[in-house]
């Protein structure tokens, strides 16, 4: 049913004057639910920001990398920078980007209007939805006046949910993006590189969905 609602709140924008290229966006075609994984393009993103609140967050770093048949395509992997219309405080220190090196960075919008296109007929793979998802639709409403109605996956909330399943619901600690690609067997990366994460995602729903048996996009979905 949510996935029906989706649907139906895409056609009703599309037919809106809102601001393009998320109206264009909003026109094509979802995939479909029954898809396998294999047959579904994923856009795996990760945002660095000034800070946690995505509501007060600013964007300073973008990533992103298709999943194309069942594989990681790093020819399609793309990073910005993002000029922040104040400095980056204190998250410099998370991050390593500080107020000179994001002073030459992209407008926030256009970095967008990049990520929507991308997104056409592709599906949106986030860890951490409660952050990078509400603050892409903070800003979207910003640019567009719409919010971004795509379909998305979360391999956070998808290895929270498995944890219900198995009535084993560990520290948060263990949903963090580094300790999940140790759980399946995944190398360390550095951590809080927007590229470097949205690859790091895309790897790990790569082993997610090969520890299952059969997996379609239904299956993944938040």
Do not use: C
């Not at 898809?35 to 007060?56: K, M, Q, S």
């Not at 400095?87 to 407008?107: F, I, K, N, Q, R």
């Amino acid at each position: 049913m949510k996935y029906l609602w989706l649907h139906a709140r895409r056609w009703y924008l599309s037919h809106k004057p809102i601001g393009e290229p998320l109206r264009s966006m909003l026109r094509t075609q979802m995939p479909q639910k029954s898809a396998r994984f294999e047959e579904t393009e994923f856009v795996a993103l990760d945002i660095e920001t000034t800070g946690l609140n995505p509501a007060t967050a600013e964007v300073i770093s973008v990533g992103w990398v298709l999943i194309r048949d069942g594989r990681v395509a790093l020819d399609s992997a793309e990073s910005h920078l993002v000029r922040p219309s104040g400095g980056v405080g204190s998250s410099a220190s998370v991050h390593g980007l500080t107020d000179t090196v994001v002073l030459d960075g992209e407008h926030w919008g256009d970095v967008l209007d990049q990520v929507v296109r991308v997104l056409e007929g592709r599906v949106l793979l986030v860890h951490h939805a409660g952050l990078d998802k509400l603050l892409l639709d903070r800003l979207s409403m910003l640019r567009y006046e719409a919010r971004l109605y795509v379909p998305y996956v979360d391999t956070m909330a998808l290895e929270l949910r498995n944890q219900q399943r198995q009535h084993h619901i560990e520290s948060r600690k263990s949903l963090r993006l580094a300790e999940l690609r140790s759980h399946f067997g995944l190398p360390r990366y550095s951590a809080h590189d927007s590229l470097v994460d949205a690859i790091a995602t895309a790897e790990l729903l790569i082993a997610m969905v090969a520890h299952r048996k059969s997996t379609t996009l239904r299956d993944l979905l938040a």
